[in-house]
């Protein structure tokens, strides 16, 4: 083996921690986990987490991951990695969770012994033991204050890019001053879950990433700092100078050096004295570092819930939609949309037509790929005088747009925008192959078509390239349709990363932060670096002019039809 530099990335998931290092030309070289259910001792947890259902509150002990990188760290050095080579760390932590440190946290993290554990000496460094998950729901009443503070959601999602929702950090902590304010005032600090990561290497408490602080319901983005009249509502009689000093400074540049790793590290596991802490991100800024993505690239993930990532320059924030800051290049943004059905409301038409047709028991999506395909776009034989088909399959709530569960079919007339609401001219559920992954594009395409350029000379705003990652990649039928519907200029691609996309990007971070030279953005560095044809294959071609204005007829009434559901659903 070589001996250049080499870059840790961790990874602080729900259900576990993963430390993958890579050298300078970014190829994976060691790669540690540590399950929480599987190989943490004396913590009563399930999936990751504790959940007080009386109270809808879904918590993970910190002690827990104390104990998990220590035990990540000596997975490594049993696999022979060399840590004097270790030239930087980062990590990306699950987004929204908060650590609160006790009022000896930073004495504690500065007087580590190499000769015990973390979890030994640091158990006790927290004002409060346990960090609220991304699965808590126990802060609606804190939401609606929130949402209520700058006169609605829509502001709100204005000035810190997304709306108020239980699981963000302001929210979280407006109800911990008031559930807990004894130990609230006892609080020194408060870290993210990739602050608090940081913290640790560098034996005191690191300030909150660029982009990861978006997810607090608290960052005003515009402005480039914390919005005084949130923070004085989440501060609540402590005050607001009290909370900034809690929360602490937030530099702006993601690459920035936070310091070197600290002694403990040195002295345990042999860390080089010059291996350089990286800030820390959010496990989502960091799933767009491990691609890279270029502007207007868009990534869909496909998997039980879709998740849409797009890197952009165009700030355009609504209460149904996510921005954070780019989480390492100024003048951009991450772009995010989260839906909760997916693949269920997928595979529900799948098995509709398996049971009607007979299971193909080597490929339970034969069926469904033959007919999506077969089936014409939008149901129209004739797209002169057909009406459009279009539905909404929500098996469960939906986030976007805000509706219960509900299966809905209509017609729309794109001529003259009439929308129908009927199971007429429908041939179930056959017609539904093709309709369900249409609506999930469409819905796709109607919350990013200001966010996209044009490619070329002559060509309508859309992405650059498609990436599809997550189990419905794999699915040639759905591939093709989210080129003909979301285009893509250079086509539709297959991403294959595993489930080390967070890891990988942290350990990209790591590099460019270390490596780059003056002005030398993440993109220019790790693009120079990243070899695609190991991680991504073309499996579909993307814009084809007809069917890409026919699907943006489409998009029209396919608002026009979210719209009209949602007004029902308030008047229910």
Not at 499 to 515: F, H, M, Q, R, T
Request: hydrophobic letters at 35%; aromatic letters at 10%; a negative charge.
């Amino acid at each position: 083996m070589t001996s250049g530099p080499l870059y840790i990335g961790f990874d602080l998931s729900t259900q576990q921690l993963k430390g993958l290092v890579v050298n300078s030309d970014l190829k994976v070289v060691y790669v540690s986990k540590f399950d929480f259910d599987a190989d943490s001792r004396n913590f009563p947890i399930k999936k990751g987490v504790l959940v007080n259902e009386a109270e809808h509150e879904v918590v993970a002990p910190v002690a827990m991951w104390l104990q998990a990188l220590d035990g990540v760290l000596e997975g490594l050095r049993d696999q022979g990695l060399d840590f004097s080579r270790v030239m930087g760390v980062s990590g990306a932590g699950q987004q929204h969770g908060s650590v609160y440190w006790g009022e000896n946290a930073e004495i504690v993290l500065k007087s580590l012994d190499a000769g015990k554990s973390l979890e030994e000496q640091l158990s006790g460094a927290f004002s409060h033991p346990y960090s609220p998950n991304w699965q808590d729901s126990s802060t609606q009443r804190e939401c609606d204050e929130f949402d209520a503070c700058l006169g609605g959601p829509e502001e709100l999602a204005r000035v810190t890019g997304s709306k108020a929702h239980h699981r963000f950090t302001g929210p979280q902590i407006l109800r911990f001053q008031k559930k807990h304010p004894d130990t609230y005032k006892k609080t020194l600090r408060i870290s993210l879950v990739s602050s608090f990561l940081a913290s640790l290497f560098l034996g005191r408490i690191a300030p909150f990433d660029i982009s990861d602080v978006c997810g607090m319901n608290l960052w005003n983005i515009k402005k480039g700092d914390f919005d005084q009249r949130l923070l004085q509502l989440c501060a609540g009689s402590f005050g607001v100078d009290d909370l900034k000093r809690k929360l602490g400074p937030v530099p702006e540049d993601g690459g920035f050096h936070l310091g070197t790793v600290d002694r403990y590290f040195l002295e345990r596991y042999g860390f080089n004295p010059s291996c350089t802490v990286i800030p820390s991100t959010g496990d989502n800024p960091a799933t767009i570092l491990a691609l890279p993505l270029r502007p207007s690239d868009a990534m869909v993930s496909l998997g039980t819930s879709t998740t849409f990532l797009m890197s952009t320059p165009s700030y355009q924030p609504d209460p149904a939609t996510h921005f954070f800051n780019h989480p390492t290049t100024a003048g951009l943004y991450m772009f995010m949309l989260c839906y909760k059905n997916g693949g269920l409301a997928r595979e529900q038409i799948r098995d509709a037509i398996n049971a009607k047709l007979g299971p193909n028991d080597s490929d339970p999506w034969a069926h469904f790929d033959r007919i999506a395909l077969q089936t014409p776009a939008l149901g129209q034989k004739d797209p002169a005088s057909d009406p459009m088909k279009m539905g909404l399959f929500f098996p469960r709530p939906e986030i976007v747009p805000n509706l219960p569960a509900c299966q809905r079919r209509f017609t729309y007339q794109p001529q003259d925008g009439r929308l129908h609401e009927t199971a007429d001219g429908w041939d179930r559920p056959a017609d539904e192959a093709r309709a369900i992954v249409e609506s999930q594009l469409l819905s796709l395409r109607l919350r990013s078509r200001e966010l996209t350029t044009s490619p070329g000379s002559g060509m309508p705003a859309q992405p650059r390239r498609v990436y599809l990652v997550g189990g419905g990649s794999k699915n040639k039928a759905i591939a093709k349709l989210a080129g003909e519907l979301l285009g893509g200029s250079e086509g539709v691609y297959k991403l294959e990363i595993g489930d080390n996309a967070c890891a990988l990007g942290a350990a990209y971070k790591a590099v460019w932060g270390i490596e780059r030279t003056p002005g030398q953005t993440f993109e220019d560095l790790i693009g120079k670096r990243w070899h695609e044809e190991e991680f991504i294959e073309k499996i579909a071609d993307g814009y084809q002019p007809r069917l890409f204005a026919q699907y943006g007829q489409a998009v029209e009434g396919f608002a026009k039809m979210e719209h009209q559901a949602v007004e029902e659903a308030k008047n229910q």
